[in-house]
């Protein structure tokens, strides 16, 4: 998983409620990724990252925010969740110097009640 | 808007034949394509990348083909084993992003 890890790797919630995802990586790779991936759909993005505080909204990011305050950490919010947010979660990075090819976390399932 | 279509969404197919999967693209005009696998539960893995000069690349049992004027890439696995059956996804450059494909579902019987 290129040094990827994700937490929680399972969450239940509440509608309405807050929630942060957390994308860990043990490299200083600049380029930084949160898909959702929902049957029929793929993958889809949602925010990514080019660097500390420089971020940039992906196809998805309604109902999402993302923060980046260091290189290793890239933070995915669902400031009220929605049922319709009940997805898997994928982290991703490009690793310095290869942007063309990204390499994935393990995921992070979350259900929205 | 550009737009990635691969093949049905599940292939079955007898162990030892080759599985085919296409990847067909449309407003794009990519500078490479590049293939991953998933499986359950996991996240995708990369397994190739091609690009608009280059007609073919094989690895392993692996082949692609990149046809910019057809504007679609086939993905074959030769010699298929029960190990192959997984979800592979198609994915085309956009900016420092890419694009995915919704996944074409191998299942191989041994």
């Known amino acids: 998983d290129a040094g990827i890890t994700q937490s929680p790797r399972h969450k239940v919630t509440e509608t309405g409620t807050p929630v942060t995802l957390r994308c860990h990586q043990t490299e200083n790779h600049r380029y930084m990724y949160w898909y959702r991936q929902d049957p029929g759909h793929g993958l889809r993005l949602i925010h990514y990252?080019?660097?500390?505080?420089?971020?940039d909204k992906g196809e998805v990011s309604d109902g999402y925010s993302v923060s980046r305050s260091k290189t290793e950490d890239f933070l995915l919010t669902l400031e009220s969740a929605t049922s319709s947010q009940t997805s898997v979660y994928f982290c991703a990075i490009s690793v310095n110097g290869e942007k063309e090819t990204q390499y994935f976390g393990p995921g992070t399932r979350l259900l929205v009640l | 808007s550009q737009k990635i279509e691969q093949n049905s969404e599940a292939l079955n197919i007898q162990e030892g034949k080759t599985a085919t999967l296409t990847c067909n693209y449309t407003?794009?005009?990519?500078?490479?394509l590049q293939w991953y696998r998933q499986d359950p539960g996991r996240g995708p893995v990369f397994l190739l990348l091609?690009?608009?000069?280059?007609k073919e690349k094989r690895k392993e049992r692996l082949k692609v083909t990149f046809d910019t004027t057809l504007k679609q890439s086939l993905f074959h696995i030769t010699a298929s084993q029960p190990a192959d059956s997984a979800t592979y996804l198609c994915?085309?450059?956009?900016?420092?992003?890419?694009?995915f494909g919704a996944g074409t579902t191998v299942t191989v019987r041994a």
């Open positions: 994915a085309l450059p956009n900016d420092y992003k890419l694009s």
């Open positions: 407003n794009y005009s990519p500078a490479y």
């Open positions: 091609i690009r608009e000069n280059e």
């Open positions: 990252s080019y660097g500390v505080k420089d971020t």
